[in-house]
């Protein structure tokens, strides 16, 4: 579900929560622990269901993170 609906690509990152219909839910802000949260998931996942699209998700994740999460100073 979070790899298919929770991802935002008009703004990369992800939508910090889903609504009952599993779309994502409006907010004003993101966490960084989301963020984290689901590289985790992702990346531990990649041993399950399909690994190829996990660990995709799981690098596209890292990617975010090292360019939009990061101070850079």
Do not use: I
Not at 15 to 32: G, S, T
Not at 44 to 69: E, I, K, Q, S, W
Request: charged share 35%; aromatic share 10%.
């Amino acid at each position: 579900l979070w790899a298919t609906r929770g991802w935002d690509d008009a703004r990369g990152g992800w939508h910090e929560r889903l609504d009952r219909a599993r779309q994502p839910a409006k907010a004003d802000f993101r966490r960084v622990m989301v963020c984290g949260r689901l590289l985790f998931c992702f990346s531990a996942g990649r041993r399950f269901g399909d690994p190829a699209r996990n660990l995709a998700v799981a690098r596209r994740t890292l990617a975010y993170a090292r360019d939009h999460l990061r101070d850079p100073v």
